[in-house]
């Protein structure tokens, strides 16, 4: 059973490009979240969502960011605009269940130049 | 609004030690409990899940404790090893929400 999975690995744009990030939830896994984690800070909670829903995107800065997880395929974390600050790894989860154990994947590590 | 703190944020111990990593938070109405391991470079790993009605959780050399009335939890690592080096994380899960908050992580070294 393969774990989560994310890509691309590693993502390097220059500022005013556009950043697209895309997780693929375990088998059997319908909730999905992102997080990020800011050098040299902690990983901090982005948004959540079911299959088709946005169910909790308290975290997500309003402007630039938007996330998806469509009926088929994967979850995309898109990021308009990408400034300096932006820079980050970013994780997705996925559990079965809401509340459920997370299981996290290996992370998208974003450079903006 | 949740705040989880993690002390120490960095330890050093020889090979061979007994070590204890801990975890504080300040709303204890959290549904469960997860300790994470974190590679330099890498994504997480769960390492063990304690729900809110349990006191302790095991694995192999890991104990994990919870005690929710007073917001603490300790990692608990038997005869620690170089290959336990990594950060570790906790971070809880509240009844309210829909997301883990996590702590800053402890930053263990066990030297050879």
């Not at chain 1, 079911?50 to 402007?63: A, H, L, R, T």
């Not at chain 2, 409990?33 to 994504?43: A, E, I, S, T, Y």
């Amino acid at each position: 059973n393969a774990g989560v999975m994310q890509n691309p690995r590693h993502l390097v744009r220059r500022r005013g490009q556009e950043a697209r990030l895309r997780c693929s939830p375990m088998k059997g896994h319908s909730h999905v979240y992102w997080y990020r984690q800011l050098p040299e800070e902690g990983l901090k909670f982005m948004v959540y969502l079911q299959k088709e829903n946005i169910i909790d995107e308290s975290g997500m800065p309003k402007e630039r960011f938007s996330a998806e997880f469509p009926k088929e395929g994967p979850s995309i974390l898109r990021i308009q605009q990408v400034v300096r600050g932006d820079s980050a790894a970013y994780f997705c989860a996925s559990s079965p269940q809401m509340r459920y154990e997370q299981y996290f994947g290996p992370g998208t590590r974003l450079t903006v130049t | 609004k949740q705040e989880v703190t993690q002390i120490p944020a960095a330890l050093s111990v020889p090979e061979g030690e007994n070590l204890v990593l801990n975890c504080s938070f300040t709303d204890s109405a959290i549904y469960n409990l997860q300790w994470f391991r974190q590679d330099p470079g890498k994504g997480l790993t769960s390492l063990l899940l304690i729900q809110s009605s349990q006191r302790e959780q095991t694995s192999g050399r890991l104990n994990a404790s919870l005690d929710k009335s007073s917001g603490r939890s300790t990692l608990y690592i038997a005869a620690s090893q170089p290959g336990d080096s990594a950060t570790y994380l906790c971070a809880v899960y509240e009844t309210s929400g829909s997301r883990l908050t996590f702590g800053e992580g402890t930053q263990l070294t066990v030297n050879p």
